[in-house]
């Protein structure tokens, strides 16, 4: 099935699409403030932003891989991605999300992912997922919290393609 257009007040959440490798460059591929604590390094090679739209693309069928492009109504903008997989080292479904610098504090993430978690619980049927943050990127910590994630435990957590090494904050949402 491919990833089904999700919508919010200010939001639309589509698939992505392969004229999007410049908006997805421009807006957070090439930051390394948005890269600091995600598993991937910053990149000033357009390249990466067309090899990270490539796999995507290859993914839009992958059942146990769910990319959002998050696009902001008002003006059609990409601001972001978000995504529910399914995590084979951990045997159970993980979330991820990044927003470029401009769209910080505005309440989009919460908003794009509260969307993400409805459609994972009411259609997907999933009962239990996971989320970490570094510990030093608190603000992660407070979305997937509203989430309705809860804390277990501390873990060892690689961020910027495995340059920083620090520690993580483990979360379990599980449904009901």
Not at 73 to 97: A, H, M, P, V
Request: charged share 30%.
């Amino acid at each position: 099935m491919i990833t089904p257009k999700l919508e919010t007040a200010r939001l639309l959440l589509r698939e992505i699409y392969p004229d999007d490798v410049e908006a997805v460059f421009q807006c957070w591929m090439q930051d390394e403030d948005v890269s600091r604590y995600m598993c991937w390094k910053a990149s000033s090679d357009m390249n990466e932003a067309k090899k990270f739209v490539e796999f995507e693309l290859g993914n839009l069928e992958n059942d146990a891989w769910n990319r959002w492009i998050i696009v902001l109504k008002e003006t059609s903008e990409i601001i972001g991605t978000c995504l529910i997989f399914f995590n084979n080292d951990e045997n159970n479904w993980d979330i991820s999300y990044n927003l470029g610098k401009r769209f910080w504090g505005k309440g989009y993430t919460s908003e794009a992912m509260s969307r993400v978690m409805q459609y994972a619980v009411e259609t997907m049927k999933i009962e239990e997922c996971i989320a970490v943050h570094a510990v030093e990127n608190p603000a992660s910590g407070r979305i997937i919290q509203k989430l309705g994630f809860r804390y277990e435990k501390e873990v060892p957590y690689e961020c910027n393609g495995g340059d920083i090494v620090t520690t993580g904050r483990y979360y379990r949402y599980t449904r009901g």
